[in-house]
């Protein structure tokens, strides 16, 4: 079993930051890409950043400049660096994860985390 927790959501201002964090635990598993997607009310569910093992990063273009993803394989973690932030950023925003686990990749999901920009 592997899971994913997040932690690092908020209230913060425009204009503001706030770093998400997401954590795998488990056993016998090896990841391979990471990223964050976000979904805000109403709207479907939406890519923001994805982060290779190698370290190649893949951005939304409305977050590009803004955001940044970042991970640590020994610590099984990935990051979201989120600056100037704007009240669209605002999403319940989830981490995910391909990870490779008895000889089977799939795809893992973390709770969700809320970010809400407003002032």
């Known amino acids: 079993q592997v899971q994913l927790v997040e932690s690092g959501g908020g209230l913060v201002q425009p204009g503001g930051s706030l770093r998400l964090s997401c954590a795998a635990s488990?056993?016998?598993?090896?990841?391979?890409?990471m990223g964050w997607y976000r979904q805000a009310p109403g709207k479907q569910r939406e890519l923001v950043a994805t982060?290779?093992?190698?370290?190649?990063?893949n951005y939304a273009a409305s977050v590009k400049g803004r955001f940044t993803i970042s991970r640590d394989n020994a610590k099984n973690t990935v990051w979201l660096q989120m600056n100037s932030l704007k009240p669209e950023d605002t999403a319940v925003y989830y981490c995910?994860?391909?990870?490779?686990?008895?000889?089977?990749?799939?795809?893992?999901w973390g709770q969700g985390t809320q970010v809400t920009v407003s002032s």
């Open positions: 995910n994860a391909d990870i490779l686990r008895l000889s089977l990749v799939s795809g893992y």
């Open positions: 488990g056993s016998d598993f090896s990841i391979y890409t």
């Open positions: 982060i290779t093992r190698g370290g190649s990063r």
